[in-house]
């Protein structure tokens, strides 16, 4: 029986017990025969969660870390960020913290990106490359990935570096198929391995344009990754425990089946909403463009979201409060990893009794 699970961050998420305890196993060296082994397997496995035939990379670093490595590698000089809250936000700054010249075109929080928007922006100006966050943790919203690369693709020959930092493994994410040049994604979120390890994907053509980029710097360039990567390691020392819960985790996915994993993941959600609806909780993000990993909500009139996360706590359960502006008016709900539907069941009855004790009247 796995135990219940009371932690509904949007990430960090939920780490199973069995990933933790492999966490304990000794190090080895890491240019070992051993961590060799311990790479290629989880080499041989990360495509089919990124949907590639491609190479999956591991890095040791956060997101932030992959986000400012791909504008480094990738971005010669013009660079166009999308941006519809706190994360994508995260790559325009990055990219000018770089040095790159970005623009960006923006939609407000709580709405999607918008794929006509995009299309005008590159009939305008030739980018080297265009970003974006598939998932904004910070809203609670799912852009339209799949329609968004194919406006890149068909207006220009930029190249698209996605974050999905917290769709992979809960989301539908088809580097291939949807022609994305770098995908990335900490491990925290819907693969429910413990902060601290990246994976990445580098397409031909990114790789190729990389290549004609100087100064890509050194734990920053793409092409250093993939090349130790096809020798069967890393470029540094890893964070060899990580790659253990690594390890673990991957079968435990590869078994329930990446569109099972999505099924549940969107069933999740819709429960969620189900319930937020009877409750007088209205989303946060706009209606067609809700993620199915993490819900952002208001709460009923009259009711401070930070109390229901303070009081959520003393019972010993974990949401997210809101992020950055939406602080005062929106608490999250991250419903992904290995959260089940009776994890989420008895997270909201906990809920509905902090409602009825703190709600005002009128929504009683
Ligand atoms: C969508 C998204 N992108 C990027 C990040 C940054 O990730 P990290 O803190 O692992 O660098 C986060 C973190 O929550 C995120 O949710």
């Known amino acids: ?119 005008s922006a590159l009939r305008r100006k030739r980018y080297d490359a265009v970003t974006l966050v598939h998932n904004e943790t910070s809203t609670g919203v799912m852009s339209p990935l799949a329609d968004v690369a194919r406006a890149v693709r068909e207006e220009s020959d930029a190249l698209i570096l996605v974050d999905t930092v917290s769709s992979l493994g809960g989301a539908p994410v088809e580097t291939d198929a949807w022609g994305l040049d770098v995908v990335l994604a900490g491990t925290q979120k819907a693969i429910a391995v413990p902060p601290g390890l990246t994976l990445l994907t580098l397409s031909e053509r990114a790789a190729e344009r990389a290549a004609q980029v100087p100064h890509r710097g050194y734990y920053t360039d793409l092409l250093r990754y993939r090349d130790k990567h096809r020798e069967g390691g890393t470029i540094t020392t890893p964070a060899i425990p990580l790659f253990y819960a690594l390890d673990i985790q991957l079968d435990c996915i590869l078994a329930e089946g990446m569109e099972a994993r999505w099924r549940r993941h969107e069933g999740l959600y819709r429960r969620t909403a189900e319930w937020a609806a009877a409750r007088g909780c209205e989303y946060a993000s706009a209606a067609n463009a809700r993620s199915v990993t993490v819900s952002c909500l208001k709460p009923p009139a009259g009711v401070d979201p930070q109390a229901i996360v303070k009081e959520l706590a003393q019972r010993g359960y974990t949401i997210g409060g809101g992020y950055g502006d939406w602080k005062p008016t929106t608490f999250r709900i991250g419903h992904m990893g290995e959260v089940r539907e009776g994890d989420l069941e008895a997270l909201l009855v906990e809920i509905d009794q902090i409602l009825e004790r703190v709600a005002a009247p009128a929504v009683r």
């Open 1 to 119: 029986m796995s135990e219940p699970i009371k932690f509904f961050l949007p990430g960090p998420s939920y780490v199973p017990e069995d990933a933790r305890q492999a966490m304990t196993k000794p190090v080895v060296g890491h240019r070992s025969a051993a961590f060799k082994d311990l790479y290629l397997r989880i080499a041989a496995r990360l495509p089919q969660v990124l949907r590639t035939a491609g190479d999956v990379m591991v890095a040791t670093g956060s997101s932030t870390l992959i986000m400012e490595s791909a504008v480094v590698s990738c971005v010669r000089q013009d660079v166009l960020n999308l941006t519809n809250g706190a994360f994508s936000e995260r790559w325009h700054a990055i990219s000018k913290a770089v040095g790159k010249s970005a623009d960006k075109i923006s939609a407000p929080w709580g709405q999607a990106l918008d794929p006509d928007l995009v299309r």
